[in-house]
C-alpha cells in the first residue's frame, strides 16, 4: 500500500507542477491574439464581452483532473462545484469531491476559505474585486484556480495571453446545448473552449492540457445550469464561524490540494 500511495502522490505532484503553468492563464497581461483563427477570435471575445458584463450569474460545475502515476498509469479525480456571483466583488463557490470539502467566500473585503473536513478557515483581506480575491488565493497558496480565468472582468485578456495559434473546429454538443468547439495553443499547455451558440454565449466546457508532462494530464470542467437572475440570499456571501472551527493565520495546503494544520503537514 506504501508504494502505491507514494506513485499516487508523486503523481499528483507531477499535475500541479503542470499546474502551474496556468497561471499564466489568468495573471499575465494580453499578448494580442496574432496566431488565431478570425472565427475563433470572434467568438472568444463575444464570450468574453458578454460574460465579463454579467451582474450575477450562479451555476454548478463538474470538475475532473487526471493525475500521472511514476508507473504511467493515469487517474481521474472528479469532483463538483457551485458558484454564485454578485460583480464586482463577491462571490460563493463550494467545492467537494475526493480533493476537498471547502468553501470560497469573498464579501468584497474579506476572502474566506473553509476546509470543512477538518474545520479550519482563512482569511485574508487583500483584495477588493472579484480578480484581486483570485490571485490572493493563487498568491497566498501558490497554486492556481484553474477554470478561474473565465470569472475575472475581462476574461479575453487572460485566456488570449501567449496563445501561439487558435482554430475553430466546428459546433458540438455539451450537456444537450449546441457550442462553437475553439482550440487553442500555447508554449506548454493546450486548452480548449466549448461556447453556446445564440445570444447567450456561455462557457460550457473548458479543457486544459498540460502537454510537457508524461501522459498529457488534463484538467476538464463542465459547466451547467447557468442561472442569470439567481435569488441572492441576504447573508449569501457572508462566513458565520462554525462551532468549535480552527481559525489558522497561514494557509497550508496538503497533497491532494486540502486545508491542512501545521501537525498534518508534518
Not at 507531477?14 to 467568438?43: N, Q, R
Not at 467545492?95 to 476559505?113: H, P, W
Not at 499547455?189 to 461556447?195: A, H, I, M, R, Y
Request: aromatic share 10%.
Amino acid at each position: 500500500m506504501k508504494t502505491k500511495r507514494t506513485g499516487f502522490l508523486s503523481g499528483w505532484v507531477l499535475w500541479m507542477a503542470g499546474a502551474v503553468l496556468m497561471v499564466s492563464l489568468t495573471a499575465a497581461p494580453s499578448m494580442g491574439a496574432e496566431g488565431m483563427d478570425e472565427k475563433a477570435d470572434t467568438i472568444l471575445k463575444s464570450m468574453s464581452t458578454y460574460f465579463g458584463e454579467l451582474k450575477t450569474f450562479s451555476m454548478n460545475a463538474d470538475i475532473d483532473l487526471e493525475i500521472v502515476g511514476v508507473n504511467g498509469q493515469k487517474l481521474q479525480i472528479s469532483s463538483f462545484a457551485t458558484t454564485m456571483v454578485q460583480r464586482p466583488d463577491k462571490f460563493y463557490i463550494t467545492r467537494k469531491g475526493m480533493i476537498s470539502d471547502a468553501q470560497f467566500i469573498f464579501d468584497g473585503t474579506t476572502l474566506t476559505i473553509h476546509g470543512k473536513r477538518l474545520n479550519a478557515y482563512y482569511q485574508t483581506k487583500e483584495a477588493k474585486s472579484i480578480d484581486e480575491a483570485i490571485r490572493a488565493y493563487e498568491s497566498e497558496t501558490g497554486i492556481p484556480a484553474p477554470g478561474a480565468d473565465i470569472l475575472f472582468s475581462d476574461p479575453y485578456s487572460g485566456l488570449s495571453s501567449g496563445v501561439e495559434n487558435g482554430d475553430y473546429i466546428g459546433t458540438a454538443y455539451v450537456n444537450g446545448v449546441k457550442c462553437h468547439h475553439l482550440a487553442f495553443r500555447k508554449a506548454r499547455v493546450d486548452w480548449q473552449l466549448w461556447v453556446a451558440t445564440g445570444d447567450r454565449p456561455l462557457p460550457m466546457k473548458y479543457v486544459i492540457t498540460t502537454k510537457w508532462i508524461t501522459g498529457a494530464p488534463q484538467y476538464e470542467i463542465r459547466l451547467r445550469d447557468w442561472d442569470l437572475d439567481p435569488q441572492i440570499k441576504k447573508d449569501q456571501f457572508s462566513f458565520t464561524v462554525p462551532a468549535d472551527a480552527i481559525k489558522i493565520e497561514a494557509l497550508s495546503i496538503g497533497d491532494m490540494g486540502e486545508i491542512t494544520s501545521p501537525e498534518e503537514k508534518k
